[in-house]
């Protein structure tokens, strides 16, 4: 659903430990799954995607497990930089629109 | 290549006016989406357009908003008679097909006096 004007949830990692960013998607019919980061006063950057005849894809630094029984979505980041600190989106698309999830933000403790 | 172009990045206009903004996406895509958000909040899907056409407007208000993506020229999200509820950012992405990746532009921040 939409965000009715909640805060972002927080997720608070010291640097060089894991992150684990979770999301819960609605669509059955969606079939194309994207990751995206937001750094403040910026447009969202995509990070990495995955489609739903997989269950992972892993990138630099970054792996995303889709679990379809269930519809969830999750984000890994490896060794977490202060870099990485922003907003986290997951993005569900079905054959008309990609639809953004409520967000994630991650602060990386130096 | 250069990504994809939102202008202007702030807009101040009063209550009333009307606002446009215009997004020129990336060389060789034709689809595009214009996305709304509000502070500390997620996107919120508006239009999604090709050239021409109007695929899917659901999440637009049928009052006092229109968008548009001419065979020539940037798509355009014109919103009439501003009010201060329309204060936001708005982000336009596009693709080159509908089944692949969105890229973002920077968006165009609007503040309604």
């Known amino acids: 659903g939409e965000s009715v004007g909640l805060h972002l949830p927080t997720l608070s990692v010291q640097e060089g430990d894991n992150s684990i960013i979770n999301c819960a998607y609605s669509n059955s019919a969606s079939d194309y799954f994207i990751w995206y980061k937001q750094e403040s006063g910026k447009g969202p950057q995509f990070i990495i995607d995955?489609?739903?005849?997989?269950d992972k894809r892993q990138g630099q630094r970054v792996t995303v497990l889709l679990n379809k029984t269930v519809k969830h979505l999750s984000l890994q980041i490896a060794a977490t930089q202060p870099g990485d600190s922003a907003v986290y989106f997951c993005a569900e698309k079905d054959a008309q629109k990609v639809t953004f999830g409520t967000g994630t933000k991650l602060q990386v403790i130096p | 290549n250069a990504g994809v172009m939102q202008n202007p990045r702030h807009l101040v206009r009063r209550r009333g006016q009307e606002a446009r903004l215009r997004c020129s996406p990336m060389?060789?895509?034709?689809?595009v989406y214009w996305y709304r958000q509000l502070p500390e909040e997620g996107l919120k899907f508006m239009v999604y357009l090709q050239k021409e056409n109007i695929i899917d407007e659901s999440g637009m208000p049928k009052e006092r908003f229109s968008a548009e993506f001419p065979k020539e020229g940037p798509s355009i999200l014109r919103i009439q008679q501003v009010v201060r509820g329309d204060s936001a950012a708005y982000f336009c992405a596009s693709s080159p097909t509908n089944t692949g990746e969105l890229f973002f532009g920077e968006g165009s921040r609007l503040t309604v006096l």
């Open positions: 060389k060789g895509h034709s689809h």
């Open positions: 995955i489609r739903s005849n997989m």
